[in-house]
């Protein structure tokens, strides 16, 4: 297989891109935003929207010619299916408080971290909790759920007609896998949900052609396979999963640290750090925050290139962004974000912004006990200030992979390897200059004893 067609659907936005195995280039076909429905009995994304955005750009792949399709999505995510294969409820956005509602009665219920190695979250972000406060909060049409199908799989199934399960998208924070035995959890019987899961498959299966009416949709062959599927940030990792031990951080809405092959740490499960499962079924320590969500509200939408001045003015001021925007997740629980040594504009923000995502990334690369050179994939990527800064804190070698996804050519190597040789497109030393290095100890300092001014 050589050009593979990829859905790609993230928290913010939504993406058709096709790769080619050949040479490992990357073409973005068509690009939506993921916006997130406020009517209806809550917050839910539009699967019809997202379907038609599929099929349309689906016909722009099949125009390149494709030998497969695969697929990649957030996390925390799941569709329940009724017996026809429609919505018994609408897809809940994780960022609703409804769960919170029967907290007390879901953590009376869930496992704990030994089992599963999912930390307690807030709101949607233990897909468990979603599944337990829809069941409650909407009995009848709980009733009517056939498949309970996490998001990956979902689309597959749109596009196969085969329902089935998968571990990088159960392993991913969910409480409902245990990945230590690579079997679900404790929960899903406790709760007998046994029969709404269908069977687990390997994100590289083939599930099947494409379903008749979608080719008839798309002018894909019919015979054109459908993978499984697998989680957006575990599609980061299928590139490096031969590099061991490494650290990889997979970059966009959030900022996922993983270790493949590190030291043995324990695990904090208090500060955002987890188990997530890779695409060959393997428990690897994570930790995050939500880096790209928190930079992007630092700097109002309006990212620029900071220059050298900027970067010199906010280390010789020792100006710093302090955690954190989203208290609820990240390795600072409970911390409010705030400034010290005065509030930066334009390019300084951006250089301080850019210096607290590396600050936070480093930190998050300590506790899932990564070692050995770091990767940087998606978003931050192609940010220099960053890549510097990343580098000094954790006194290793950085390679940027450019401001490319990541998750695109993971999910399509799915398909069968690359054939050219991957590109690095920025390697970064730590500094040694005391401006850069000091700038570390004092943040780290800062942040220990950090209350943010009301």
Known sequence: MRRIAVLDIGKTNAKVLIVDLATGAEEVLARTPNAVVRDGPYPHHDLDMLWDF???????????GVDAVSITTHGAACVLVDAEGGLALPMLDYEH??????????????????????????????LGAQVFWLSRAFPAEFARVRNVLMLAQYW??????????EATSLGCHTDLWNPWEGRFSSLVSRMGWEGVFPPVRKAADVLGPVLPAVAEATGLALGTPVLCGIHDSNASLVPHLGEAPC????????????????????????????VNVNALGQPVPTARFMGGREMEEIMGGRIVEPSDGDLLGVLEGRVMAMPSLHPGTGPFPGKRFGWAGGEPEGGARMAAASFYAALMGAECLALAGAEGPVIVEGAFGGNLAFLRMLATATGRVVRGSGQGAGTGLGAALLAGPLEAEGVVAVEVRPEADPLWTGYVGAWREAVARWTAPR
């Open 156 to 165: 597959a199934f749109r596009l196969s007609g085969v329902a089935v399960s």
């Open 54 to 64: 599929a099929l349309s750009g689906l016909r722009l792949a099949a125009e390149r």
């Open 97 to 126: 408080d409804g769960p919170d509602l029967l907290a007390a009665a879901y953590d009376a219920v869930r496992p704990g971290f030994a089992e599963t190695g999912s930390p307690r979250l807030p709101v949607g972000l233990n």
């Open 247 to 274: 650290g990889v951080l997979s970059t966009g809405t959030w900022m996922i640290v993983m270790a493949l092959g590190g030291r043995a740490v324990e695990l904090d499960a208090s500060r955002d750090v987890l």
